[in-house]
């Protein structure tokens, strides 16, 4: 299931970003590395750890597709996330009853549920209002947390505290941040709802966030509202290039 997860480094060593400076070390130096990308709701973090991802050639984890999924399970087990009493004894149940399995490909991650893959049926509407309440559980960020500490670095990891509390040794790290507007007016591509109830959603969610949506101390925050989606992935890159020590510092110790 993991094949793929190591894309080749063709395109830091040739493609367009060695004029940044990348060495033809490189691929030495990128060992171990964790880089962040932590923000709110649709500001954009899968998509720019996407492109960061794949100029770097390492793959991105996307860790709100574990709470997503922690949620899916939650919904299909019939459990009502406003009524259950002990709601979080009875996720970690689901938890341990199904294997989540979290597949950060460059190309875009996958969840996988046992054999059944279950990404396309993270990003919906019913998911959206739930999540917040299934991930303030801290059993269950527990549970994420460990699943991601697990995996092999190097690679971008984004999500609302990946700087803070998962990886505070990251090696660089970014926060994405946009008005709810203009974030809204980006998700409603990809909802069928109209902008000023995707925007009031957003908000909430925010809302429901706030204890994992502060910005590493040591991160660069980037207000995406005026940049494009590469405009922003360019930013990003060009400040790695800039701090090029810090990626020769691993997150992890590698052998
Ligand atoms: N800087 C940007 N300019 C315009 N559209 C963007 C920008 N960043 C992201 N998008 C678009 O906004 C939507 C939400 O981005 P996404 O990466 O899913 O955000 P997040 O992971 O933070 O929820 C996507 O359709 C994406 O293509
Ligand atoms: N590191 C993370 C990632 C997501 N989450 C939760 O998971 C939800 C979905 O995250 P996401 O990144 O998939 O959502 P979007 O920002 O893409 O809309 C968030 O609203 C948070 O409630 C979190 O608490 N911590």
Known sequence: MTHGLW???????????????????????L???IVTIDGVAASGKSSVSGGVASALG????????????????????????????DLEAAVL????????????????????????????RLHSTRIDKG????????????WVDD?????????????????????PEASAKFYLTASPRIRAERRAKER??????IEAALTRRDELDRAQIAPAPDALVIDTGPLDLQGVIDLILSKLALSNSALSKPTHQTS
């Open 7 to 29: 894309r080749s480094s063709y395109t830091v060593l040739c493609g367009p970003y060695a004029s940044y400076g990348w060495g033809a070390a490189v691929r030495h130096r």
């Open 31 to 33: 060992r171990g590395v």
């Open 58 to 85: 390492i793959p991105y984890v996307s860790s709100g597709l574990l709470y997503r999924a922690a949620t899916l399970l939650a919904l299909e087990a019939g459990l009502d996330l406003h009524q259950t009493a």
């Open 93 to 120: 149940q689901e938890l341990a009853r199904h294997t989540l399995v979290l597949e950060p490909l460059a190309a875009g991650n996958r969840v996988w549920e046992g054999q059944r893959e279950i990404t396309e």
């Open 131 to 142: 999540v917040s309440i299934i991930a303030v559980m801290p059993r269950v960020r527990a």
């Open 147 to 167: 699943q991601l500490r697990a995996l092999p670095a190097p690679f971008v990891a984004e999500g609302r505290d990946m700087g803070t509390a998962v990886f």
């Open 192 to 197: 069928p709802e109209d902008i000023p109830a």
